[in-house]
């Protein structure tokens, strides 16, 4: 299995100011047609899971551009460029290129 | 509007069984593959099974291989997960999960969940 690892594990941050979320993976996502099949997923407090970012860097739709994605082969970045209190949950990481998919140990976001 | 909504879950004993549904409404069902994706108690999440659009190619992990079974039925907009010999890790909220695009884990819309408790 893809072993999917984020860091840091917690990071607080205060409002306006930017943050910086880093996920590997044990193997390259670089699928055969030329996409790389990483995902960026946000859980508020008990709320469900919902999608932030696909392939990479394509924000998906109403996600504010304040967020965005990179990265390449096994190494990847989600930022928000100004946190808001909105932005308060875990943010998991998850390859979608090999069963069985897998998602990082999720990094939880705190507002200072 | 897109909906996706759990039901099934509930308390039962190790070694019983459960059968989750999910009832989608707002797109049409039969051309998306679905998914369920768990998460424990204070714990991340944990993808556990999969099925194409016409039900023919399913695939779960390793730890609900042979217990769990995912299956749809298109023509009442409805997934399920039959779950046999549970057991207390079982224990979580399953959520149903909708797959856009043709390849990868693009999963666009989730249900609440519904909790699964497994113990004594």
């Known amino acids: 299995d893809i072993v999917m690892t984020q860091t840091p594990l917690s990071l607080s941050v205060t409002p306006g100011q930017p943050a910086s979320l880093s996920c590997m993976s044990s193997?390259?996502?670089?699928?055969?047609?030329?996409?790389?099949?990483l995902y960026w997923y946000l859980q508020r407090p008990g709320q469900s899971p919902q999608l932030l970012i696909y392939?990479?860097?394509s924000r998906f739709s109403g996600v504010p551009d304040r967020f965005s994605g990179s990265g390449s082969g096994t190494d990847f970045t989600l930022k928000i460029s100004r946190v808001e209190a909105e932005d308060v949950g875990v943010y998991y990481c998850?390859?979608?290129?090999?069963?069985?998919?897998?998602f990082g140990q999720g990094t939880k976001l705190e507002i200072k | 509007e897109v909906q996706l909504v759990e039901s099934g879950g509930g308390l039962v004993q190790p070694g019983g069984s459960l059968r989750l549904s999910c009832a989608a409404s707002?797109?049409?069902?039969?051309?998306?593959?679905m998914h369920w994706v768990r998460q424990a108690p204070g714990k991340g999440l944990v993808w556990v099974s999969r099925?194409?659009?016409?039900?023919?190619?399913?695939r779960c992990a390793d730890s609900v291989k042979g217990r769990f079974t995912i299956s749809r039925d298109n023509a009442k907009n409805t997934l399920h997960l039959q779950m046999n010999s549970l057991r207390a890790e079982d224990t979580a909220v399953y959520y149903c999960?909708?797959?856009?695009?043709?390849?990868?884990?693009?999963?666009?819309?989730w249900g609440h969940g519904t909790l699964v408790t497994v113990s004594s």
């Open positions: 999960v909708r797959r856009t695009g043709i390849l990868g884990a693009t999963f666009d819309y």
């Open positions: 707002g797109f049409t069902f039969s051309s998306y593959w």
């Open positions: 099925i194409n659009s016409d039900g023919s190619d399913r």
């Open positions: 193997q390259s996502l670089l699928h055969s047609d030329g996409k790389t099949l």
């Open positions: 392939e990479v860097s």
């Open positions: 998850m390859q979608g290129i090999h069963l069985p998919y897998t």
